[in-house]
């Protein structure tokens, strides 16, 4: 059973792509939502095994994304354009992967919360 | 005897105290005594040349007298007649007779009976007696004349050499007889002034003990009281032999020295306690003490050092005591602890330079005005030397106007008063008026009585001036915080604001109230957001601490509410002697400046965040862009970039704030710029799309136009395009029509054309799109909410909606 993926990504563009990059290494992608409501209806209806987050939503940040998914027990991979080292805490030490990140961090990242979640 | 009374006399009246010079009399008198024998002398003198006997003749009859009297004629007698017992009673009172011739027969009383009458009488009873007579010549009245006491009895007429006979023998009977009294009363005033000699000499001897007893009483008492006085006196006070050896020294000097006279005794002066304290002092004392054992006299002041090593200053003297040869038997070296005297003279000295050296003028007057001391600082001020005012009365300094202030103050000076600051104007030499300050003070003497007043004068014109210049320099500082842009206040040492300027009063948002300290905020806090006490805040801590400080930050709130970011600059004020007496603080209003900070390291994240989304949409660009040739990757993909970075373009002019959408379709078929207006038609109201939409809208644009050139209606020299737009309610229509052109055919291959206008429009306008490849050419269509669009900074501008029909 392949693994189902969240993309949560304002960006089409780059939802595009981390999409087929994960298509291409076999996940099943849920989304990609580009708000926090379409996320967490995403989240509601069909779920997933973990998430990819991009941190700006345009105007909202996926803070209420990351504490659903903490809620129902998702691991989730940051996506973050911002250079500062500074974290805020609902990142919660999930894995942070500066944009543009390249495939195979992402899907090393994926991989590993798979890995740490089975 | 009587030379005798009269030397005991001598004797006894003797008027002297001292038994010495009484013994000395007394025994002068012995020596007089011893030359008696003058009495002697006189006696023998008398013997040498007698005195005539008395004889005393009684007879009733002159003729007998003058018989008689031829018989005994003589110088070896006197004869003395007597013509009646009642005379010759009254010759015998007068004189001494050695012989009585004596008449039986004579009228009245007879011989017989002055016989008896002189026998009866101690002082007559041993005169012999004569009788002499005619008539009686038979025994019985010889024996009478013997019973009566006659020693003979002779008959008349009588033998003249018998009679001279009888007379002679008893003449001379009374001669030895008077010798021998004579001899006799002298021995016995001999004896009798030898025992009243032995009498007083045993008086004396009995009395001696007690005298002696009596003299070393008062000896002791003498010494006693000596002792004391050398015990008592503050004075230290030694005995040293010749040789500087210590004998005695009194209890002052040993208090001093801490020692007792045992442990010193003995010991050469200068190696005493006294001494050893005191590098020198030694050396001194044993000159000294040399020298006085020379019999010279010294006196000098010297500093001595107690065993607690307190520094005395000793006014001492070295003094030698002869004995009757002028031999110097004992040197007396005296001191005197004289450090008060010196310190009170230093005192004085210090106090009258003092006087000297002050820069306010100083003059003393005494009780009648007359000046006494007038100082340097005085001789400047009024331009008199002190030579020419010391004895004059002190009004001299007095304007003529003026001159009754002389008695008043001397009055209250009298009364002790003080004066202080007496304001008022004194003349100089020149004759220049001064204002100057006057303080008065009484002088007293050692027993608190006042005897003149001492006068501090001051010049007040300088003051006045100075005082003036102090305002100004403070008017100008007022002015100058006054004008200045930053908030300041000041506070006193206890944190009451002192003053604070228009620009605090704008910062604080209100007027201090009397109660507040330390700052003119309303409320403070912390950069965190704490609250910040008065107490605590910058100013009471530099004043408390001493330390200014250098930009602190805090907030201050406002009643209104509002709060001030404010960076502090609190400075400690000091006077002369470095007291804190204060502070001033300058407050910066950095609020502003924070903000724009803030906004700063906002954008700065922004454009960190969107130029990697840029990038991240690049690198998904070139992904997606299909890879046919080299050369064909490279032109679509540069061709793709080019509209990226034509939006970016109009968005950075824009700031960001999004982009109208007529200049985005410019913008985007800038290649086809020639065709616009004629073959390519635009329409649509004026309408600000956000910087997402511009971005989005741009690539579909371009993307629609390499489609339309290539294939569509732009790829002939005939065929037009339409584009239209509008939002007549909440819903944002776009239109792309193409006519005109070759006939379209629906492609095989979904590229990433396609996916940008229709998958893309879709996911990223939240809206429906059609895309229509029909027969007469390309309808793209897309619809969403008009929010989804718009810049939500931009205000809706209807007055070009629907000027233009379009196709649908």
């Known amino acids: ?118 | 005897m009587v030379e005798t009374t009269l030397k005991s006399t001598t004797l006894k009246s003797a008027p002297s105290s001292d038994p010495e010079v009484a013994s000395i009399r007394r025994s002068a008198g012995r020596a007089d005594h011893g030359a008696e024998p003058r009495s002697s002398a006189g006696a023998t003198s008398v013997l040498a040349r007698p005195a005539p006997i008395n004889i005393l003749i009684v007879d009733d009859e002159p003729r007998n007298l003058a018989v008689l009297e031829a018989i005994l004629e003589g110088p070896r007698y006197r004869l003395v007649h007597a013509g009646s017992a009642e005379q010759a009673l009254l010759a015998l009172l007068v004189d001494e007779f050695a012989v009585l011739i004596l008449d039986i027969r004579m009228p009245g009383v007879s011989g017989l009976e002055l016989a008896q009458i002189i026998k009866e009488r101690k002082k007559t009873a041993n005169v012999p007696i004569i009788f002499l007579t005619a008539y009686y010549n038979d025994d019985k009245h010889a024996i009478e004349g013997y019973d009566a006491g006659a020693v003979d009895y002779l008959l008349k007429p009588v033998n003249p050499a018998i009679l001279r006979s009888k007379v002679g023998m008893f003449a001379e009977l009374h001669r030895k007889q008077r010798a021998v009294e004579e001899a006799n009363r002298a021995l016995l005033a001999e004896v009798l002034s030898r025992r009243h000699a032995e009498e007083q000499l045993r008086e004396l001897n009995d009395t001696l003990e007690q005298r002696v007893a009596d003299r070393t009483a008062l000896l002791h008492a003498s010494t006693q009281r000596l002792r004391a006085i050398y015990d008592g006196t503050f004075e230290f006070m030694w005995l040293l032999a010749p040789d500087g050896s210590l004998l005695e020294a009194n209890r002052s000097a040993l208090e001093f020295a801490r020692c007792d006279l045992t442990s010193v005794a003995g010991r050469p002066f200068w190696d005493t306690p006294w001494f050893k304290f005191t590098p020198g002092a030694g050396d001194t004392v044993r000159e000294a003490a040399a020298r006085a054992a020379a019999g010279e006299t010294q006196r000098f002041e010297m500093q001595l050092h107690g065993p607690a090593s307190e520094a005395r200053t000793i006014d001492i003297s070295f003094r030698p005591l002869h004995d009757e040869r002028g031999r110097v038997i004992l040197i007396v070296p005296a001191g005197l602890d004289i450090t008060s005297r010196v310190l009170a003279e230093q005192a004085t000295n210090r106090l009258a330079a003092v006087v000297e050296s002050s820069d306010d003028a100083i003059l003393s007057k005494d009780l009648n005005g007359i000046i006494a001391t007038f100082n340097q600082a005085a001789e400047q001020l009024f331009g008199y030397k002190a030579e020419e005012v010391i004895g004059k009365p002190v009004t001299v300094l007095f304007p003529v106007d003026r001159q009754h202030e002389g008695p008043e103050l001397l009055a209250r000076i009298r009364r002790g008063e003080r004066i202080h600051h007496f304001e008022t104007v004194r003349r100089c030499k020149d004759g220049t008026l001064l204002d100057i300050s006057l303080t008065i003070s009484p002088i007293k003497d050692a027993q608190g009585k006042i005897i003149g007043a001492s006068k501090i004068a001051r010049d007040i014109t300088q003051r006045k001036l100075a005082e003036a210049k102090i305002h100004e320099s403070e008017r100008r500082f007022r002015e100058m915080i006054a004008e200045l842009p930053a908030a300041v206040f000041t506070v006193d040492g206890e944190g009451r604001l002192t003053h604070y300027n228009r620009a605090g009063l704008d910062l604080a948002g209100r007027i201090p109230l009397e109660t507040d300290r330390w700052c003119i905020g309303w409320r403070l806090y912390n950069v965190d957001g704490s609250a910040l006490p008065h107490e605590e805040s910058h100013m009471a801590v530099a004043i408390k601490t001493g330390v200014s400080l250098q930009g602190a930050e805090m907030v201050i709130e406002r009643p209104d509410g509002a709060r001030k970011l404010v960076t502090s600059y609190p400075t400690v004020m000091r006077d002369e002697k470095e007291r804190i007496v204060g502070g001033l603080n300058i407050l910066f209003d950095i609020t502003e400046r924070k903000r724009n900070e803030e906004r700063i390291t906002l954008l700065l994240n922004e454009v960190d965040h969107r130029s990697k989304n840029i990038l991240s949409v690049v690198q998904a660009i070139a992904k997606q862009t299909a890879i046919s040739t080299p050369d064909e990757f490279l032109k679509r993909f540069s061709t793709r970039l080019q509209t990226l970075a034509a939006s970016h373009d109009l968005l950075v002019r824009s700031r960001w704030q999004g982009v109208e959408m007529s200049d985005l379709m410019h913008a985007q078929l800038a290649h086809f710029a020639p065709l616009i207006g004629n073959r390519i038609r635009l329409d649509g109201p004026s309408f600000q799309l956000s910087a997402s939409a511009a971005q989005t809208l741009g690539m579909i644009v371009h993307e629609l136009a390499t489609n339309a050139a290539k294939y569509g209606a732009l790829s002939n020299d005939s065929g037009q395009v339409d584009v239209c737009w509008h939002a007549p309610t909440d819903v944002f229509t776009i239109t792309w029509t193409e006519r005109g052109g070759p006939s379209v055919v629906m492609p095989n291959r979904r590229g990433f054309g396609s996916i940008v206008v229709k998958t893309m429009a879709e996911s990223s306008f939240d809206g429906d799109v059609d895309l229509d490849f029909t027969p007469a050419g390309l309808r793209w269509r897309a619809t969403c909410p008009a929010a989804n669009v718009l810049d939500k900074s931009a205000h809706w501008s209807d007055n070009t909606i629907g000027s233009t029909g379009c196709q649908r």
Do not use: H
């Open chain 1, 1 to 118: 059973m392949s693994v189902r993926v969240l993309v949560v990504e304002d960006e089409f563009m780059i939802a595009l792509d981390i999409s087929q990059q994960l298509t291409d290494a076999g996940c099943e992608i849920v989304g990609p939502a580009k708000s926090v409501t379409k996320a967490l209806g995403l989240i509601a209806e069909s779920g997933c095994d973990v998430a990819v987050l991009d941190v700006n939503l345009g105007g909202e940040t996926s803070e209420l994304i990351a504490q659903k998914l903490q809620e129902v027990g998702k691991p989730f991979i940051i996506l973050s354009g911002y250079s500062t080292e500074e974290q805020p805490p609902w990142f919660n030490g999930a894995t942070v992967l500066r944009k543009p990140p390249p495939a195979a961090d992402l899907l090393a990242a994926v991989r590993g919360c798979v890995a740490t979640a089975s």
